[in-house]
């Protein structure tokens, strides 16, 4: 009895070793189903990530060994059909798999509570500006000592227009240098928009008629994704704008060379195929709002 004891004993710390090393493992192969950390900010959210992935993996993992456990060794025997041993009023296990529980959920609260804070994410119903989160310890310490880059955003049916205060010049490109400490001014002309890059993992909801300034820091020089996370109407689907991070001096440089350039309409897809739908003979569709004109830019990107 006390071999069979040990036995069982060595087998559920063995199984409770093997679930976690497990669980640890897919929690690392959470970043590989991301896309690439594109900002510092997406550093602490690909952490969240990777450890909702690891606790749910050993929930999981430990609740189906259990069952295929019991279902191997402790299966009744053929035309048994007799009913179990009663297991009602353990007061002790009742507590237990009622605190654990409690306990994760504060525990993944707190987490998610402390990320939110680092990054500065604020929601929508947040009508004052957001805070600087220049302690995170994942913004680059060559971005600190940098001057902010600001950034005039403004989100409209259907398009995004970029306006660089340090050159007075406009774009439906946005361009960022890397490493550089980055604050938007996100307003919007008509309805809610939603801010959303996701390989920076950034998500800000822009208010009509409010001024959000919005920072975040590029680490990763490429071509990105802004899409417009609300659905703010017909061609909502078509507000999408490329993200380009590059060097400094390659920012620099494409605002001197923007600035040369005159003011110009942009391409506007929404526009276009509102203009096509309005000259068919015959009408279908749901009845839409007509789209803003396409925005005066002097880099349509």
């Given amino acids: 009895m006390k071999i069979q004891k040990i036995l069982n004993i060595l087998t559920l710390l063995t199984g409770a070793i093997a679930v976690t090393i497990t669980s640890l493992w897919i929690g690392k192969q959470a970043y590989f189903w991301l896309p690439p950390q594109a900002a510092a900010e997406s550093l602490l959210i690909d952490d969240l990530i990777s450890f909702l992935v690891t606790l749910g993996a050993f929930i999981f993992l430990g609740v ?17 059909f007799s009913d179990g041993p009663p297991i009602h009023g353990n007061v002790t296990l009742e507590v237990v798999w009622t605190a654990i529980p409690i306990l994760l959920v504060f525990w993944i609260a707190g987490y998610s509570y402390q990320v939110y804070e680092q990054m500065g994410i604020q929601g929508p119903a947040e009508l004052v500006h957001l805070h600087n989160p220049l302690a995170m310890e994942s913004v680059p310490a060559n971005a600190l000592a940098e001057p902010v880059e600001k950034i005039d955003v403004l989100a409209k049916q259907w398009a995004w227009v970029f306006h660089y205060p340090e050159k ?7 361009h960022l240098p890397s490493d550089r400490r980055i604050r938007l001014a996100l307003k919007s002309q008509d309805v809610l928009h939603g801010f959303y890059i996701p390989a920076f993992r950034l998500k800000q909801d822009i208010i009509p008629n409010q001024s959000i300034d919005f920072e975040f820091t590029p680490i990763r020089p490429g071509q990105y994704r802004l899409t417009d996370s609300q659905y703010s109407g017909t061609y909502f689907a078509t507000m999408q704008a490329n993200v380009v991070v590059e060097s400094p001096e390659d920012y620099q440089q494409w605002l001197a060379q923007a600035a040369t350039q005159k003011p110009s309409p942009a391409k506007n897809q929404a526009a276009s195929e509102y203009a096509q739908t309005s000259n068919q003979s015959v009408k279908t569709g749901w009845v839409t709002v007509p789209p803003a004109a396409p925005p005066l830019v002097n880099s349509p990107g």
């Fill in 64 to 80: 189906t060994s259990t069952l295929m456990y019991s279902v191997i060794f402790h299966r009744a025997v053929k035309d048994d």
């Fill in 168 to 174: 007075d010049i406009t774009s439906t490109e946005l």
